[in-house]
C-alpha cells in the first residue's frame, strides 16, 4: 500500500474543496439554536432531509455555537451521492444522560454513500453516566455511542473532535471504504468503556494521523473487520490498540488483513493487543502486520491473551476457538511499565502460528530486566531481540 497515506490525505482534501456544493442547508435556518440549551433536535433533521432530498451535491452547514441535539438519524438512500456534513460548532448532549442512554447512539448515518464529514466537536457529556456506574448502582444505563457509522459506504471523517462520550466515541459497522482522518478523541482515563475508535463488519476502513486518549481501547477492532489501515495514531491514556475481544460467540466472522503502523503509546495499559476468550469459536485472526511503534511507560506493550476475561469473574475457562496465525512485529521499541514486556498467551486447542517478529527493543527500567513470556505460541525472530525470545 505505497503512499497510501498521502493517497488518502489527498482524497480527503478534495473532500472538503468539494463543500462548495450547489445547494447549502444551515441548520440555523432550520431554527437551530446555538445557546447549548434550546433542543434544536427537529433543524438538524430537517436540514438533512433537504440536502438528502437534493439532486445536486448538498452541505448541511452548523455554524459556530453549541447546539443542544438528542438522538439524530441521519439516513439514507439519498437523491445524490455527495453529501458534506460542515460543523464549525458544538453539538452537545442533553444534560440528563438518561434522554440518550438507552439508546445505542447519538449521532447515526445509516444507509449512505458518498457523506464527509469535516470538523466541529461532539461533547456528549458522559461524566455523569460514568459516576452512576462508578457508584456501583444498577440502575445505570448502558450509554450511547457518539457517531455511529452504519451499513454505508465511501464515507470520510476529517478533523471531528469527540469529547466525554458516555460509550465509544466512534463505531463503524457494516461499512466499505471509510476513511477517519485527524480526528481528535479525548475522555479521562477512568471513563469507562469509552472507546476510541471500533471497527466491525467492515471492510477497506481507514484511520490516520489521529490522537486518542480514553478510559480503554484507543482503536477496537472487532469480529469481520478485514483489510483495515491504521497509521499515524498516538495513543495514551488508554487500553491500547487491540483486536478483540474475540470468540464471545460461537459463530463470529474472522479478523484479517490489518495493518498497524507508525504509532506511539504513552502510560497506556495495553499497546499492541490481540485478545479472545477461552471458549469455542469459529473465529480467527490472520494477516496482521504491527509496524514502527513506540511504548513509552506501558503496562503490556506486546500481548495475545486468549484467556481474556475483564474483572475475572464468570471466566468461561475454556480452550479459545480462535484460530491466531500469521502476526508479524516490526520495528517495536520503548519502555514497558512492567518485566514482561512481551506474553503470547494463547489457545491449548489452537497454539498461535507463524508469529515473526523483527526488532523488537523493549526495556524495563534497564534493558536487562524485560522479559517475554510464552505459552502455545510458536514463531521466528530476527534483528535485535530485547527481551529475549521465548519461541
Known sequence: MANHQLLSLATAIA???????????????????????????????????????????????????????????????????????????????????????????????????????????????GAGLWACKSSGSRNCPNGATSLAISNSNDVIVYGLSSVNSQMFHIVVNGC????????????????????????QLSTGVTILNSKIGTG???????????????EGVACGPGHGISIGSLGKDL??????????????????????????WARPSNGFVNGVL???????????????????????????????????SNV?????HGTSATKVAVKFDCSKQYPCRGITMQDVNLSFKNEFQASSYCVNAGGTTSGVMKPTSCF
Request: with cysteine.
Open 251 to 276: 459463530n463470529e466472522e474472522g479478523v484479517s488483513n490489518v495493518t498497524v503502523k507508525r504509532v506511539s503509546f504513552t502510560g497506556t495499559e495495553n499497546g499492541l493487543r490481540i485478545k479472545s
Open 15 to 125: 473532500a472538503i474543496i468539494a463543500t462548495v456544493s450547489a445547494a447549502s442547508y444551515n441548520v440555523y435556518s432550520f431554527g437551530a439554536k446555538p445557546d447549548g440549551r434550546t433542543d434544536s433536535t427537529k433543524a438538524f433533521m430537517a436540514a438533512w432531509s433537504s440536502a438528502c432530498g437534493s439532486t445536486m451535491p448538498a452541505t448541511v452547514y452548523v455554524p459556530k455555537g453549541r447546539f443542544m441535539v438528542g438522538g439524530l438519524q441521519f439516513s439514507g438512500p439519498c437523491k445524490n451521492g455527495a453529501i458534506t456534513l460542515r460543523i464549525d460548532g458544538t453539538l452537545v448532549a442533553p444534560a440528563n444522560y438518561f434522554v440518550l442512554a438507552n439508546a445505542d447512539y447519538w449521532v447515526m448515518f445509516h444507509g449512505v454513500q458518498g457523506v464527509t464529514i469535516v470538523g466541529g466537536t461532539l461533547d456528549a457529556q
Open 328 to 332: 508479524k512485529y516490526e520495528d517495536v
Open 290 to 324: 504491527f509496524q514502527n511503534a513506540i511504548m513509552t511507560n506501558v503496562q503490556n506493550p506486546i500481548v495475545i491473551d486468549q484467556h481474556y476475561c475483564p474483572g475475572s469473574k464468570n471466566c468461561p475457562d475454556q480452550a479459545s476457538g480462535v484460530r491466531i
Open 216 to 230: 480503554d481501547d484507543c482503536v477496537s477492532i472487532g469480529p469481520g473487520a478485514t483489510n483495515l489501515w491504521i
Open 176 to 199: 466499505r471504504n471509510v476513511k477517519v482522518l485527524g480526528v481528535n478523541v479525548v475522555a479521562p482515563s477512568t471513563s469507562p468503556n469509552t472507546d476510541g475508535i471500533h471497527v
